[in-house]
């Protein structure tokens, strides 16, 4: 599975962003996806995951409620909207495939996702 990100850029804090990540290969939809993030100076760390049919979805407290995870499993691509962007929300973000199709404590962890896209950067300006 290759996976590509896009949508990332520059906004004001408040503003929104949509993130996409497009995969490739037939057995997108039977995988868990999830979004990381990894700002400057810190380790990547969790965003939202989302099992393999859009059924189940899981959040890190620190965006639940401003970001919203989904899947278009016919276009093979799954999406992060980013709602109501702080400062803090500035890193590179990262999509990611596990063959374990169900979330699980494996989808919230790096070490967990056997497929990664090269990143896209958001910037959030105060």
């Known amino acids: 599975v290759q996976l590509q990100a896009s949508g990332g850029g520059l906004v004001q804090a408040g503003g929104s962003l949509r993130l996409s990540c497009a995969a490739s290969?037939?057995?997108?939809?039977?995988?868990?996806m999830a979004w990381f993030r990894q700002a400057p100076g810190k380790e990547r760390e969790f965003v939202a995951t989302i099992n393999w049919s859009g059924g189940s979805k899981y959040y890190a407290n620190s965006v639940k409620g401003r970001f919203t995870i989904s899947r278009d499993n016919a276009n093979n691509t799954v999406y992060l909207q980013m709602n109501s962007l702080k400062p803090e929300d500035t890193a590179v973000y990262y999509c990611?495939?596990?063959?374990?199709?169900?979330?699980?404590?494996?989808?919230?962890?790096?070490?967990?996702?056997?497929?990664w896209g090269k990143g896209t950067q958001v910037t959030v300006s105060s």
């Open positions: 290969g037939r057995t997108f939809s039977s995988y868990a």
């Open positions: 990611a495939a596990s063959t374990v199709p169900d979330i699980a404590v494996v989808t919230t962890t790096p070490e967990g996702m056997d497929y």
